[in-house]
């Protein structure tokens, strides 16, 4: 049995060097039935992301979306704990949404933490019963809490083993 921990938000683990922008903002029509018609457009929609690396410890930004219908939007933050990152790293989203009248919120984390030879990994996900983004509506039946932990090593040249839990 798989389970994914499918973030429906933005979450980039990746730290930027200080000064260093990540930034991308799009605007179009939602492509309805890919694949059966090629010329099936929905609505407008609009995704948006930027992040900054304020410290060389410390990246931070915001991300939204939205469309006639829909509005999603929050904070991102990527930290590392210690000097160097030596106690690993925390990266964050939080989102508020707004379908129709519905107001939800929701929010994604993991922690990681790398050796040279191993690793380990924390996340956890939450979605009130109204959150919605541009994929799904308020009322798409959805996991209120997601999580899972992962461990593992590698050796060259033998490759690498990991373990991973969810539920």
């Given amino acids: ?20 922008s990540d930034y991308s903002y799009n605007v179009g ?3 309805n039935n890919l694949g059966l018609n090629s010329n099936d457009y929905g609505e407008w929609q609009a995704i948006a992301y930027q992040r900054y690396g304020w410290t060389p410890w410390l990246t931070a930004g915001v991300r939204g979306e939205s469309s006639a219908q829909r509005i999603n939007g929050g904070p991102i933050v990527n930290l590392l704990l210690g000097p160097s990152g030596q106690y690993g790293q925390l990266d964050t989203s939080l989102a508020v949404s707004q379908d129709q009248a519905a107001v939800g919120y929701g929010s994604v984390s993991s922690y990681t933490y790398a050796l040279p030879y191993m690793s380990a990994r924390l996340s956890m996900q939450y979605l009130s019963r109204d959150y919605a983004n541009l994929a799904q509506g308020a009322e798409t039946d959805k996991q209120k809490l997601t999580w899972l932990v992962s461990v593992g090593g590698a050796k060259a040249p033998f490759g ?8």
């Fill in 29 to 31: 029509f939602r492509r």
């Fill in 1 to 20: 049995r798989v389970t994914q921990i499918n973030a429906p938000f933005y979450l980039a683990p990746q730290l930027l060097k200080q000064g260093l």
């Fill in 160 to 167: 690498s083993l990991s373990a991973t839990y969810a539920e």
